[in-house]
Each structure stands twice: as structure tokens, then as C-alpha cells.
T-cell receptor
């Protein structure tokens, strides 16, 4: 089983739609959780951290369910500029400082 | 306030040559991480360094790859005797203290082995 698993997509949605991405992680000792965004041939950029209480940043809402080892990202009112690959990222834990990346979910927002 | 600086942006090497990739972390960041992204694949952790110390090299191939982060100067990822399979994007990231707030990535070095 992969340490961090995501549906690769692509998700093709019309502008203005709401879209949700899911991610599961295998290690229950995982400590920190993030969503990153990566545009084609560019570096990953931190979108937001993910907390058990849930957190929101504008049109983006992230949620963590520790019991189910599940992370989600909701994008409301999709814009063309949201087209990118969204990476689920986990600090697996064990005292280490490395982040483990999922392979990403591709989003294409269309007119 | 410059971000994480990587150079060169693009590097072409013939099989058997050496590749040296450089990374200067953000000001105030003492933790450096190297990742590799093969075409159509996710980012894979390679190595985590602090000044003059390799903290975790569990993702480094056993042969031909080495990394350092000297007291002065950038972190260097060195690949000796490159092969076609080394062609990838190599990203460096830095953080001030651990991963609690995530990393900041550089723009990467795209290595092409011909």
C-alpha cells in the first residue's frame, strides 16, 4: 500500500463548479498534513496546511479525519487558474522531518 | 527576500559525465531537502541535510549520488557517471525548523542525460 494515495484524475470541471479531492495515508502516526499545488513543469507550492478542526482559505477548504486516515480538499467556484495538479502531502512521522508526497490529482477547469 | 535558489535551471550531460546541482536555501532556513521527480511521476524524497550534516539519506540511491551542505555556500547534489535514467527534475526545498509549516521549494533543475 502506498504511504500517500490519491486519485490521479484528471478531473475536468466547468468554471464555477465545486470539486473535491481525497487522499488517504497509511501511517496512523503521521503528524503534519498539507496540500500543495504544482503547475506543469513548475515547482510545488504550498496551498494550505490541514488541521483536524478543518480550515478554510477563501474558496479552499481542507479537512483531516485522523480516525479514517483521510484528507480532503474542496474548491468552490472553480476558476480557470485553478487548473493544476494538487498534491496531498504528509509528514509520516517517526521523528523524521521529511514530507511524503502523493502522486497528485490533476484538475482541469474549462470554460 | 529571495526564495530558494537553484542552479542551473537546465543541465544537459552525456552519459558517464558528472552532474552538480546547487541549492541556496531561503535566508534563515537551515534545513535543506532534495527531491526527484521523474517524468509523469510524483516527487520522491532523496536526502535531508542541515549545515555540515546529513540527517536522512534514506531516499538516495546507494551508488553515484551524494549530497552535502557545507558551512559556507550552497547545498550540492552530485551525480557521478550519469545514466539516462537520471533524467528528471530535481527540486530542493528549505525550511527554518523542521516540517511543521511545510517546505518552500526552489524552481528546480531539469537534468537531461543524452
Amino acid at each position: 500500500r502506498k504511504e500517500v494515495e490519491q486519485d490521479p484524475g484528471p478531473f475536468n470541471v466547468p468554471e464555477g463548479a465545486t470539486v473535491a479531492f481525497n487522499c488517504t495515508y497509511s501511517n496512523s502516526a503521521s503528524q503534519s498534513f498539507f496540500w500543495y499545488r504544482q503547475d506543469c513543469r513548475k515547482e510545488p507550492k504550498l496551498l494550505m496546511s490541514v488541521y483536524s478542526s478543518g480550515n478554510e482559505d477563501g474558496r479552499f477548504t481542507a479537512q483531516l479525519n485522523r480516525a479514517s486516515q483521510y484528507i480532503s480538499l474542496l474548491i468552490r467556484d472553480s476558476k480557470l487558474s485553478d487548473s493544476a495538479t494538487y498534491l496531498c502531502v504528509v509528514n509520516i512521522g517517526g521523528g523524521g522531518n521529511k514530507l511524503t508526497f502523493g502522486t497528485g490529482t490533476q484538475l482541469k477547469v474549462e470554460l | 527576500n529571495a526564495g530558494v535558489m537553484q542552479n542551473p535551471r537546465h543541465l544537459v550531460r552525456r552519459r558517464g559525465q558528472e552532474a552538480r546541482l546547487r541549492c541556496s536555501p531561503m535566508k534563515g532556513h537551515s534545513h535543506v531537502y532534495w527531491y526527484r521527480q521523474l517524468p509523469e511521476e510524483g516527487l520522491k524524497f532523496m536526502v535531508y541535510l542541515q549545515k555540515e550534516n546529513i540527517i536522512d539519506e534514506s531516499g538516495m540511491p546507494k551508488e553515484r549520488f551524494s549530497a552535502e551542505f557545507p558551512k559556507e555556500g550552497p547545498s550540492i547534489l552530485r551525480i557521478q557517471q550519469v545514466v539516462r535514467g537520471d533524467s528528471a527534475a530535481y527540486f530542493c526545498a528549505s525550511s527554518p525548523t523542521g516540517v511543521a509549516n511545510g517546505y518552500t521549494f526552489g524552481s528546480g533543475t531539469r537534468l537531461t542525460v543524452v
